[in-house]
């Protein structure tokens, strides 16, 4: 299994993020005032300042906004995985993440701008918590 | 026209000339470099009431330097924003010099991450350190401060048609700099670059690739090094050594990764305008443009945010060795050789003023002719993530 980095605790804006990751759930904020769209997850709404957020669940499909193949990283749960995609990705419910696009055979080659991609979520030797990962459809 | 403000000058520089410094603490570098600086202005030790400090290395920050220097300045100031900021605490000095609350201001940089093995750009993403709500959502995912500007670039070539060709331009012009000052070229020597003469465009596109699509002869140098500056009143710039470097204009802004956000706009295209308004200048009329050359996508993306051209047409603005200190087109770009082949200890910002005022001095390895108006702009933090853009406008006395 991969050995990424985990998430670091106690870390309160982003552990309902990552408890959803292990129930196999993406989740965002949005503002029960503005309506806005709120990530990374932190405790008030930057559109209009409001406290009343709520988790919501997205269907954890979107576009790759931009990439990046990693051909030399010195962290060793990195240097191991080969050349690899890091991306950030717009999910269809309006917030973009970063996340790594995974299952092509060669990532200089297979992922490009615009692709669409879904989540999934992978099991991770370093810890409980699996890491959001974006496969293409 | 400029405006006819002259408030506040720089009046002493140092660059520290090692790029490989072993035996030597970040805090010795500063100090040298003060010293120096101090020197070169003219002005004395004790003339000092401001100091401006990043809190890098074994610093301090403002409290640290002040003990360290034996010194009891009455305006402390700990900006610590990234690479750009040299560009921000220039603009407090400005600012406090304005007030009345400084008369004469220093700003120091030293750093040995060459010889600390400090892998700035491809290490990231390490899962280490205290819990933070940034890192909770990026470590996982193995992002290097390289692969962060690549992310960049790729956009930018996805929107606009850029190529990597046309990013070489900037790695050439910049290495026939470093070739014409002797610092820059005991760098690449002692930092064991493969080659220090010129290069050529297919020589960066043939170097290897370290993060898609950005190129090895892309990538700035990871040096020890360091240096400082002294600002100064107008008043107390009279009493300086040299001819004063005017502080026209300066602007400061912050950008982020947003949701929908456009990662091909950095935080240029906010602090840009207020310093040429403030200055009175428009891009066009400048000499020499400093840009934090960390890579080559940095200065792309920034001259367009900076006015130099519009935004996604960098690409027809770079053509035709445009960016040489002898070209006719202005204006010249990174006269010093850069970050790219230079001097990049980790915050390259302070070196952007250096060469700015040797420039406009006439002091320059690749002196400009007649060089009358520059811009400092400092780029801090991750181009496509948490970044500053600090820009700064001098002028000749
Ligand atoms: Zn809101």
Known sequence: ?137 | MANQARDAAIVGIHEYPLRVAPGRSAMQIKAESISKALEDSGLKYSDVDAIYDTNEGEGGGGLGMSHYLGLKPTVIDTTAVGGSSYEFQTAHALRDIRAGKANVAILSYGSVAASNRTPIGTGGGTGAGAPNWQGNMEDSFGQTLIANYAMVAHRHMHQYGTTSADLAEISVSTRLHATRNPDAVRAMQDLQFMGTGEISVQDVLDSRVIADPLHLLECCMVSDGGGALVIASAAAARGAKKKPVWILGTGEATKYRENGGDITVSAGAQSAPIAFGEAGVKPEELDLAMIYDSFTITVATILEDLGFCKKGEYKDFAKGNRFRFDSALKPALNTDGGGLSSNHPGMRGLFLLLESVRQLRGESSSQIANAQLAIAHGNGGFLGGNHTGGSVILARD
């Open chain 1, 1 to 137: 299994m991969p050995n990424r980095p985990q998430p670091r605790f106690p870390e309160p804006n982003s552990q309902p993020f990552w408890e959803g990751a292990k129930r196999g759930e993406l989740l965002y904020q949005q503002c029960n005032s503005c309506n806005g769209v709120v990530f990374y997850p932190r405790m008030l709404c930057t559109h209009c300042g409001s406290l009343d957020l709520a988790w919501k669940q997205s269907k954890g499909e979107g576009t790759v906004y931009t990439y990046s193949v990693v051909r030399q990283n010195r962290n060793p749960a990195f240097s191991d995985l080969g050349a690899y995609a890091l991306a950030y990705i717009d999910l269809d419910e309006g917030f973009r993440m970063m996340s790594n696009v995974i299952g092509v055979a060669d990532p200089t080659k297979d992922v490009s701008i615009g692709q669409r991609v879904k989540v999934e979520f992978e099991k991770q030797d370093s810890g409980d918590y699996p890491i959001p990962v974006f496969r293409p459809v």
